[in-house]
């Protein structure tokens, strides 16, 4: 008896994402060998930007840092948000069976829009989160005009 078999061009999919990444960290290892950084995974924080009347926000993910791992920078209209999480040695490195979370160094930069006023931007960081208001200039705000009737 012969048994029908559906095709699904999707199947494999993970397995291969897995294949290719594992590959790329391998070769990425490799060519530079003891560099802490592609050791123990260079990263990105997660960042959510939304937007008010009066200013851009932006929050970004930063959990086991203090203000101290991070800076903040604006050059030439591009905002960087820069920093390093540092892997703490609780235990010796060779006891560990799993390492999942990342360390290292991780750089963020964004474009500001022209109507961002970059002399009045302010920064706060509590319970992990990053949190940049970036104020708008005030001819760049929009205008309501009354209309009057006659």
Known sequence: MVRLRVWDPWRDFGSLQEK????FEDTMRSAAPGDEELVTGA???????????DTYVVSADLPGLNKDDIQINVENSTLTIKGEKKFEEKVP????IRVERTYGTFVRNFSLPQNVDSTKIKATFRDGILNLTLPKKEESKP????????
């Open 143 to 150: 205008k309501k005009i009354a209309v009057e009737v006659n």
């Open 43 to 53: 990263w990105s924080p997660a960042v959510d930007i939304h937007e008010t009347d």
């Open 93 to 96: 490195r060779d006891k560990y």
């Open 20 to 23: 290719i990444n594992k590959m």
